[in-house]
């Protein structure tokens, strides 16, 4: 199972790209779509999810031209969108009973089955108006993933979700059996590391990079530091540097910071991680990308 886009792009009647330019091949796994608010990743999902279509070039999944065979995707797709409307009246087993049948499950225990996987067994009787934004959330992702689909694209779906929660839904998505490919939309580096296979990372719509999470580490060797600084030091520096954490002590800050050259003189190089690869390559973009039309 193949996710297939050759020169993909996607431009509004306003003249702006949404998606432009996007070629990729992803392989079965968990493909994390890494990027800031408005870089194109929910007009992607969007496509593939054959809500919109594309205005050039072409999309495919397991071979089946997205486009030409809207149907025979959507048979194969669960899908969270980023605001996921719940209608009142129905409790929480008959909304995800409904979603169940629609797609030929007949089964109670199923049903019971993908509530309790998402925490939600015990407010199976429970209306949905009544849930949490959390808990909706949940109710979200379990819709999605019911019938365990071979495509299951789920946009910023930790959105409105504690840390416990977080970690529940990764380890649902890395625990699911079925599942052949899974799209997951996200501006928070720590919702695909531990379990995207695959990541691509864009902005403005481009494709900034694609490949394993320790491929894009890879990229960023050699351009991490940590230094110690005074809060004076911080203060005059700051607007020239791009920092990953800081941390404030007795003397003043230690600073991590994403740099192909030596950023600061005191400061020495460190390992690694995807988050500093993904300011990395924000940072050189905004240095090398034209401004969004």
């Not at 031209?65 to 969108?81: A, F």
């Not at 980023?82 to 199923?110: H, M, N, W, Y």
């Not at 495509?151 to 079925?178: M, Y």
């Not at 902005?203 to 809060?231: D, K, M, N, S, Y």
Request: charged share 25%.
């Amino acid at each position: 199972m193949v996710l297939e886009s050759e020169g993909l792009g996607k431009v509004y009647r306003s003249g702006t790209w949404g998606v432009r330019e996007l070629t990729i091949r992803a392989k079965e796994g968990v493909l994390g779509l890494l990027g800031p608010n408005g870089a194109g990743k929910t007009t992607l999902m969007q496509m593939l999810a054959t809500l919109t279509r594309p205005t050039t070039g072409s999309l495919r999944f397991a071979g089946i031209d997205v486009v030409k065979s809207p149907r025979e995707i959507r048979e194969r797709l669960g899908y969270l969108p980023q605001d996921f409307g719940v209608p009142a009246g129905l409790t929480c087993f008959e909304l995800l009973d409904t979603i169940a049948r629609l797609k030929g499950i007949r089964s109670r225990s199923a049903v019971l089955s993908m509530l309790e996987s998402v925490g939600l067994h015990d407010l199976a009787k429970r209306p949905v108006e009544s849930l949490s934004g959390g808990m909706r959330q949940r109710l979200g992702i379990a819709q999605a993933l019911v019938g365990s689909p071979e495509l299951v694209i789920v946009d910023e779906p930790t959105a409105g979700l504690d840390p416990e929660e977080r970690v529940r839904f990764r380890n649902l998505l890395s625990e699911h059996k079925g599942l052949k490919l899974v799209l997951l939309s996200t501006h928070i580096v720590s919702d695909v590391e531990s379990v995207a296979t695959e990541i691509a990372v864009v902005r403005q719509g481009r494709l900034l990079a694609f490949g394993t999470p320790e491929e894009l580490v890879a990229r960023a060797a050699g351009a991490v530091w940590e230094a110690e600084l005074t809060a004076a030091e911080m203060e005059r520096l700051r607007p020239s540097l791009t920092v990953a954490n800081l941390t404030r002590n007795a003397a003043g800050v230690k600073a991590r910071l994403v740099a192909r050259e030596r950023p600061v003189a005191s400061a020495i190089p460190a390992a690694a991680s995807l988050e500093d690869a993904y300011l990395l390559l924000m940072r050189e973009a905004g240095e090398a990308l034209p401004a969004a039309a």
